[in-house]
C-alpha cells in the first residue's frame, strides 16, 4: 500500500514536485476455538535444524487464540480473527520447517484508506492454511502528541503507522535472529485538508525486528534497517528520525551510487537463499521514473548491497500507457524456480503478474527479448464495488493458492482472498 506520490517536499528542493510517497494505498488493512467475525464470510467473484526453537503440539492451547473457521472453499475471504475494523490487507507468508506452521503477517487498517491507523499483526495456521489463529500485534499504530511531532508539521492528532510487512526464516541466521519481520514505519499527521496527503514519509524507514520464534517477534527490539533519502533530506528532519524507535539506519541507501536517487523506497518482499537474503523494493525516483530495485545480505560478507534493476516504469507503460509502475513485490519459490508476483500500478493496483526471476544475477526471465515474461495473471476484480485489487502474496505451502487483496468502496474495505489458483 503504498502509492500515491505527493508534493511536500518542494520548498525543500526546489522541485516542481513534492515527494513522498503516498505508496501506502496497501494500506492495510485463524484450528482453535472456532470463533469467527462474520465480517468477511462472502464469497468472491474473482478470478531441522537444532538450533531453531521446536513447539511441539502440546505447546500450543487451543483456548489461548481466537482462530477462523476451518474452510476449503476456493475462491473465498480470508477470515483473520483479531484484526482492526476496516480489514486487512499486504499479505505475506512463510513456512515454519520445524514446527510445521504456517504463518502470516499483514497490516489491518482502523480508519479509512489513507488517513486510518495502519498496524501490524500475526497469525498461524496448523492445516496449510484452512484455519488461521491470531497470534498477536507486532506493531501497534500508536498516537504521536503535539510536543513530539516535528515543529513545522505539528498537529492536534497524529499517528505513527506499520505497512506492507514481509516475514521470513533465515536458517543461516544466528538461532536468536532466525525470524525476521520488516515493514514500512511512518509518520501520519492529521491537518485536516482533504487535497493534501497526510502520511509524511520522510518522517519514514523500513524497520526490522528478529527473534528465535515468531511468537517472539512482537517484544523484539525495533532497529532502523534502512533508510533513504527523503530520510535525510535536511538536518531537521534527519535529526526528528535519529530520534525516533528504532536508533539509527543501519543501511542508508542516500549514499549509494545507484540507489541514492530513491527518494522513497518501500514494500518490501523477502527471499531467502544460499545464505542471502534477497529483498526486492519499491523505489521513488520521481513522478516520471519508479523501479522495483533488488538488494541483497550475505551472511559471509555481512553487507548489504545493491543487486540491480527488475522493472521500471517503461516495462509497466509496456503493459499500459497509463501506467506509473509496479509496486508490492512478492518473492517465492516454486516446484522449480523462483517467481515474483507483483501489481502494475498507477497509483492503484490493477490485479498481480507473475514473472521468473533469476535470484543470483537479478534479473526477470526474457525469452524472446520482448520484454519480461508473463507467467500468470490475477486480473482486477471486475465487481463495481472494488476499486483496487493487488498486494498478492503465495507460498507452496499453503492450500490458499495465491492470495490476493481486494480494498472496496464501502463496509469492510479491505479484504483478503484464496484465490485458489496453485503456481
Known sequence: MFYDFIKRLTHLWNLSFFIILSVLLSIISGGCDNTSSSSNNYTPDSGSDVDAQDISDSDIVEDDFTCSESSTELPRFIDLPGADPNGIYDPDLEWDPVNKILWMVYSTVDGLPGSGKVSTHLSFSEDNGTTWCHAGIINQSTDVPYDEQPADIAQEQAHWSHETPSI???????????????????????????????????????????????????????????????????????????????????????????????????????????????????????????????????????LWSYSGTLLTTEDAQAIHPALTGFNAPDIYKTQTTWRMVISPADGLYHGCIEYEIDLENAVLSDNDDNGPDVFYVYEQNPDSQVFQTGACTYHSESLTGMIAGDIYLSGVQFRLVATGDFR
Open 168 to 302: 521470513y526464516y533465515d536458517v543461516d541466521a544466528p538461532p536468536q535472529y532466525r525470524w525476521t519481520i520488516i515493514w514500512h514505519r511512518y509518520l501520519h499527521v492529521e491537518d485536516n485538508n482533504a487535497d493534501t496527503d497526510d502520511r509524511h514519509f520522510e518522517h519514514g524507514w523500513i524497520a526490522r525486528k528478529s527473534a528465535p520464534s515468531p511468537w517472539e517477534l512482537a517484544d523484539a527490539t525495533e532497529e532502523k534497517l534502512f533508510s533513504y533519502l527523503a530520510y535525510h533530506f535536511n538536518p531537521v528532519i534527519e535529526a526528528y528520525n535519529n530520534s525516533a524507535p528504532g536508533g539509527l539506519p543501519l543501511k542508508r541507501f542516500d549514499t549509494d551510487p545507484n540507489l541514492g536517487g530513491c527518494i522513497a523506497l518501500g514494500e518490501p518482499g523477502v527471499a531467502v537463499t544460499d545464505g542471502k537474503i534477497i529483498i526486492a523494493l519499491f523505489c521513488y525516483r520521481s513522478e516520471e521514473q519508479q523501479d522495483i530495485v533488488l538488494i541483497n545480505y550475505s551472511h559471509e560478507s555481512e
